[in-house]
């Protein structure tokens, strides 16, 4: 069983940034690739980033945060991260990472089969 497991988040001013780190359980076919989404108070969980083990596939980024927030990996440390930039009150949120089996850096939420637990970051104004 893959379990993702988050960490980093926390409370920060806006303006300011946080790294959340994700790391699977063994690297497995069931990771090929990794995502990050986000829950807000009273609002759906939507997708953040994502990224593939597979070298030549680029990451994709929902709208809200492109330029902002840089999702990478870390082959040797079977680690990845979202680098989370110039920080909003509206980025207020539970972090989650999940995995796929699939190779493409696919946003949907339908497409991930196994979750973490979350993080929370808190973005004061």
């Known amino acids: 069983q893959v379990q993702p497991v988050e960490s980093g988040g926390g409370l920060v001013q806006a303006g300011g940034s946080l790294r959340l780190s994700c790391a699977a359980s063994?690297?497995?076919?069931?990771?090929?690739?990794i995502s990050w989404f986000r829950q807000a108070p009273g609002k759906d969980r939507e997708s953040v980033a994502a990224?593939?083990?597979?070298?030549?596939?680029?990451?994709s980024y929902a709208d809200s945060v492109k330029g902002r927030f840089t999702i990478s990996r870390d082959n040797a440390k079977q680690r990845v991260y979202l680098q989370m930039n110039n920080l909003k009150p509206d980025d207020t949120a539970v972090y989650y990472c999940?995995?796929?089996?699939?190779?493409?850096?696919?946003?949907?939420?339908?497409?991930?089969?196994?979750w973490g637990q979350g993080t929370q970051v808190t973005v004061s104004s």
């Open positions: 999940a995995a796929r089996r699939g190779w493409e850096p696919r946003l949907e939420e339908e497409k991930y089969d196994y």
């Open positions: 063994g690297r497995t076919v069931s990771t090929n690739t």
């Open positions: 990224i593939s083990w597979l070298g030549d596939q680029s990451p």
